[in-house]
């Protein structure tokens, strides 16, 4: 069964202090791996597209890279305003209509 | 500015109405979709649609309809069948089959009471 976990599910940082978040994911051919940013009560920003082992993306203060079975969303040097839920997903490995499988999110605090 | 806009932002409604939410998209997507998101659940998948006049159920359907009778537009109707319609609703959209990179709207939060 496809799935993706992130973890951790809650996550307080001073500023400054670099980090990662890990979502791992089981899904018979990757064709993608997508990190999206969400604010409270608003919806998900797109951030970055992974599609194959070893590849990396940097966008500011964050990294994404992609291993086989897990990527990770690297923080360095954080500030509060970074402080919102991180979202990871992947297509269904068994069809190509687009649908997405959402990890469950982790919600960064970064505190001043 | 391209983008997607719902509206609206914040929807009251009493139980036993059906209630439209609207989703339109200026970014010619072929794919739309919406999503339902509740506290420590994530995002469901309620209904896509690929194509104009085509429109697939997701994982919580029950409860949903959906139209695609133009491209730039894909509304979702809650029916007084949803058991549970207090929520948040994100719609979506993609450039479609091939591309899974999914753009969302600022979402509505829909209370039921």
């Known amino acids: 069964e496809d799935q993706v976990t992130q973890s951790p599910e809650a996550l307080r940082l001073q500023e400054g202090e670099s980090s990662s978040l890990n979502c791992s994911y089981t899904?018979?051919?990757?064709?993608?791996l997508f990190w999206y940013r969400q604010d409270p009560g608003k919806g998900p920003e797109f951030l970055f597209t992974?599609?194959?082992a070893g590849e990396e993306k940097e966008k500011e203060r964050l990294k994404a890279t992609l291993t086989k079975k897990e990527s990770f969303l690297h923080i360095t040097a954080p500030k509060p305003e970074d402080s919102a839920t991180y979202l990871c997903?992947?297509?269904?490995?068994?069809?190509?209509?687009?649908?997405?499988?959402f990890g469950q999110g982790t919600t960064l605090q970064v505190k001043p | 500015d391209g983008g997607i806009t719902q509206s609206p932002k914040y929807l009251f409604r009493k139980e036993g109405q059906n209630v439209t939410l609207s989703c339109e998209q200026n970014?010619?997507?072929?794919?739309m979709y919406w999503y339902r998101q509740d506290p420590g659940q994530g995002l469901r998948l309620i209904y896509y649609?690929?194509?104009?006049?085509?429109?697939q159920k997701g994982d919580i359907a029950e409860g949903y309809s959906v139209s695609r009778e133009k491209k730039e537009s894909f509304p979702l109707t809650v029916t007084s069948a949803q058991k549970n319609p207090t929520a948040f609703y994100l719609c979506?959209?993609?450039?479609?089959?091939?591309?899974?990179?999914?753009?969302f709207g600022p979402g509505t939060r829909l209370t039921v009471t």
């Open positions: 899904v018979s051919g990757l064709r993608g």
């Open positions: 979506a959209s993609s450039m479609g089959t091939g591309s899974h990179e999914q753009y």
């Open positions: 970014l010619n997507h072929d794919a």
């Open positions: 649609s690929q194509i104009v006049n085509d429109f």
């Open positions: 997903a992947v297509p269904h490995g068994s069809s190509n209509t687009g649908k997405l499988i």
């Open positions: 992974l599609y194959s």
